[in-house]
Nanobody, 119 residues
Framework: QVQLVESGGGFLQAGGSLRLSCAASGTILIDNTMGWYRQAPGKERELVATISSGGRANYADSVKGRFTISRDNAKNTVTLQMNNLKPKDSAVYYC?????????????WGQGTQVTVSS
């Protein structure tokens, strides 16, 4: 099992910045990708950004140029720096960790942290 604990959500005005952090503990996954997804009310959960164990980042088009994902493999943490936030970025943000545990591909989720951006 992997436990993911997020922090850093909040309420702010458009144009502001927030940093989300996620700390993983428990089983060490092989070929581990970590990332962030978000879900707004009435909408499906969508990818925000992911980063591979080797540091390759992938972003949703809607956040490219504004968000930056990074990870610290030694500390098992992933961080999402969000700049120039817009009201459409308001959502619950979930940390995700995916990788192999004894040859089985598994995905784990955090409990979510709320981000609200006012216009």
């Amino acid at each position: 099992q992997v436990q993911l604990v997020e922090s850093g959500g909040g309420f702010l005005q458009a144009g502001g910045s927030l940093r989300l952090s996620c700390a993983a503990s428990g089983t060490i996954l092989i070929d581990n990708t970590m990332g962030w997804y978000r879900q707004a009310p009435g909408k499906e959960r969508e990818l925000v950004a992911t980063i591979s164990s080797g540091g390759r980042a992938n972003y949703a088009d809607s956040v490219k140029g504004r968000f930056t994902i990074s990870r610290d493999n030694a500390k098992n943490t992933v961080t999402l720096q969000m700049n120039n936030l817009k009201p459409k970025d308001s959502a619950v943000y979930y940390c995700m960790s995916r990788g192999y545990d004894a040859n089985w591909l598994k995905t784990y989720w955090g409990q979510g942290t709320q981000v609200t951006v006012s216009s």
